[in-house]
């Protein structure tokens, strides 16, 4: 591959349930980004991680947490989802953060919590 | 607070010329993004401006003023396949990108 993986491509978990979308990278970019996506709204940041072993909260983090324990993988946990949470997420990377280099997107997990 | 403006949606015939424009209100500014994301896909680079002015590639160009806080992407020979949201993002003071909510084209025969 070349790229972002992610997994599942989709998804309908009852709420309550825990529940970790996988996100690889293989470009051996330094920061890895977790957006949501919902209908008439921009992207929305959920946490980064700016290297390996870092990380740090965006705009809607509550309910989502993440680890960053080597350079490829960033995994996004739900603890306990709820309907709330349903939406496409994104997982990105660029070779460092910030905002001066354009990010890297996987193709997106569609997430429906009944 | 951040904010990000763009339209709804817009309509183009083939062959022609659209004007896509973002206005952005936000803490500091390191930089200005277009992605293109067609209908269940990922978003994908497009463009990056960071000083005024024009930025031509192929059949895109991206324009900047600062001073104005307004973008603009023209899609110039619109095709079929350039049906797709086209998104705004521009990078804060603390270098995280703020995301408009795009702008759906759609393209008619």
């Known amino acids: 591959i070349a790229g972002i993986t992610q997994a599942p491509t989709s998804q309908i978990l009852a709420a309550g349930r825990r529940m970790t979308l996988r996100c690889t990278q293989d470009?051996?970019?330094?920061?890895m980004y977790w957006y949501r996506q919902d209908l008439g709204l921009g992207l929305r940041l959920i946490h980064y991680?700016?290297?390996?072993?870092?990380?740090g909260k965006g705009e809607v983090p509550d309910g989502y947490s993440v680890s960053r324990a080597n350079t490829d993988d960033f995994p996004l946990t739900l603890a306990s989802a709820v309907p709330s949470q349903t939406s496409v997420y994104f997982c990105?990377?660029?070779?460092?953060?910030?905002?001066?280099?354009?990010?890297?997107f996987g193709s997106g997990t569609r997430l429906t919590v009944v | 607070g951040q904010n990000i403006d763009q339209p709804t949606e817009m309509t183009a015939t083939e062959g022609a010329i659209v004007q896509i424009n973002c206005t952005y209100q936000?803490?500091?500014?390191?930089?200005l993004f277009w992605y293109q994301q067609h209908a269940g896909e990922a978003p994908t680079f497009l463009s990056y401006?960071?000083l005024d002015g024009l930025e031509e590639k192929g059949r895109f160009s991206s324009f900047l003023s600062r001073s104005k806080g307004y973008s603009y992407l023209l899609l110039k020979e619109l095709q079929m396949k350039d049906s797709a949201s086209y998104l705004c993002?521009?990078?804060?003071?603390?270098?995280?990108?703020?995301w408009g909510a795009g702008t759906k084209l759609i393209i008619k025969p």
């Open positions: 990105a990377s660029s070779v460092e953060g910030g905002a001066a280099h354009g990010y890297t």
């Open positions: 470009m051996r970019h330094n920061a």
């Open positions: 991680s700016n290297t390996a072993g870092t990380t």
């Open positions: 936000t803490s500091g500014f390191n930089g």
């Open positions: 401006n960071v």
């Open positions: 993002a521009v990078g804060d003071s603390n270098y995280q990108l703020i």
